[in-house]
């Protein structure tokens, strides 16, 4: 008879004050109703600065000070990628602004005396409008690659249009639910969206069709039981991650060799890009991005979702898709521009 060897339990490393706090800091945001992306992308980013702590010899809140954190900086100013390429300076914004916060609550639930962050100047950010729209007839040359003949060249198809039409997030498409869409309304809600709040977006009638479509055809034949209604799945048969979604969509761009990159948040843009230069008022394509109010429109509060559908229509390019390409745009206003300076920091924050 063998005998039973009992294994030893793995000793748990103990955790440094730096880790013991910033769980309580995450603790306490999810206390606050903050989302699981926010608190998730907060960890990632304080994790980062607290594995370069230790890396120094420092493992306590009250270690950090000041000088430390301009080190920190300096190390983000000096990093190079693995293509060589130096952080962006938005990036290295994006790293600096949570650990401000977080020092801050250390300060204010009395951990720390003093907060190492409160003078610590940030990289200044520019204003770059994004590199990549597509035209109106470069979406189609997309849609049109899709092979709607496969279940999955059907999804991608009713993706690419659900994303050029109602312009909603990454995450907010991979959420969507099947009770979430009326398409005989020809709206769908989206859930939770950024900041926790729900919406309703208007979808167009070709989207609807397509969406209908692949519903009707493909999804059955990728659902797998217990089905929890997620509209779009993998052949897997299972939701989509958000870097498999952004694959997905940047493969469907890839293969119409447009010369241009990109991916969700592309069509995000074109659509508002589009819709605005069609005349759509800037306040509509606000509130359809699900954008809480821009500095230049605090004056307005609400839409109905029949007038968003009223302006979709007759401002969004799937609608007319035999409009002049070459016909007077409308000029740029400051509200767009800083519209569309918003949707570029969403883009650069979604990459990182």
Not at 82 to 104: A, I, T
Not at 174 to 179: C, F, P, Q, S
Request: charged fraction near 25%; hydrophobic fraction near 40%; proline fraction near 5%.
């Amino acid at each position: 008879m063998s005998r039973v060897v009992a294994q030893r339990k793995k000793k748990v490393q103990p955790q440094t004050g730096l880790e013991v706090m910033m769980r309580e800091y995450l603790n306490a945001l999810l206390v606050q109703n903050y989302s699981t992306n926010t608190v998730s992308n907060r960890e990632f980013l304080i994790r980062q600065f607290i594995q370069w702590c230790i890396e120094r010899g420092l493992a306590e809140p009250v270690e950090v000070t000041r000088p430390v954190l301009e080190r920190y900086q300096r190390y983000l100013f000096l990093y190079r990628k693995k293509n060589g390429e130096p952080m962006s300076f938005r990036s290295q914004h994006s790293r600096l602004v949570p650990l401000r916060m977080w020092f801050r609550w250390l300060t204010r639930r009395n951990h720390l005396l003093h907060n190492p962050a409160s003078e610590l100047e940030l990289p200044k950010l520019g204003q770059p409008l994004p590199k990549t729209i597509f035209s109106a007839h470069e979406v189609e040359e997309i849609l049109q690659l899709c092979d709607v003949a496969d279940p999955i060249g059907l999804r991608d198809r009713a993706i690419v249009e659900v994303l050029y039409s109602t312009g909603i997030r990454r995450m907010e498409v991979i959420a969507l639910k099947l009770y979430d869409l009326s398409l005989d309304r020809g709206v769908l809600l989206v859930r939770q969206g950024k900041g926790k709040k729900d919406r309703y977006v208007p979808i167009g009638p070709r989207a609807v069709a397509w969406l209908q479509k692949y519903i009707a055809e493909a999804r059955p034949q990728l659902a797998l039981e217990p089905d929890d209604m997620t509209v779009f799945l993998t052949a897997q048969g299972e939701g989509f991650s958000p870097d498999y979604m952004t694959s997905t969509v940047k493969a469907r761009i890839d293969a119409a060799k447009l010369g241009k990159t990109g991916a969700c948040h592309l069509f995000r843009h074109t659509m508002a890009t589009l819709m605005h230069e069609n005349g759509a008022d800037i306040r509509f394509i606000q509130e359809i991005l699900g954008h809480v109010k821009l500095e230049t429109t605090q004056i307005y509060t609400h839409v109905s979702i029949r007038t968003l559908q009223q302006v979709h229509a007759t401002t969004h390019p799937a609608a007319h898709l035999g409009r002049d390409e070459n016909a007077p745009r409308k000029a740029p206003d400051p509200a767009a521009e800083q519209l569309f300076q918003m949707l570029a920091e969403e883009a650069a924050n979604d990459r990182e």
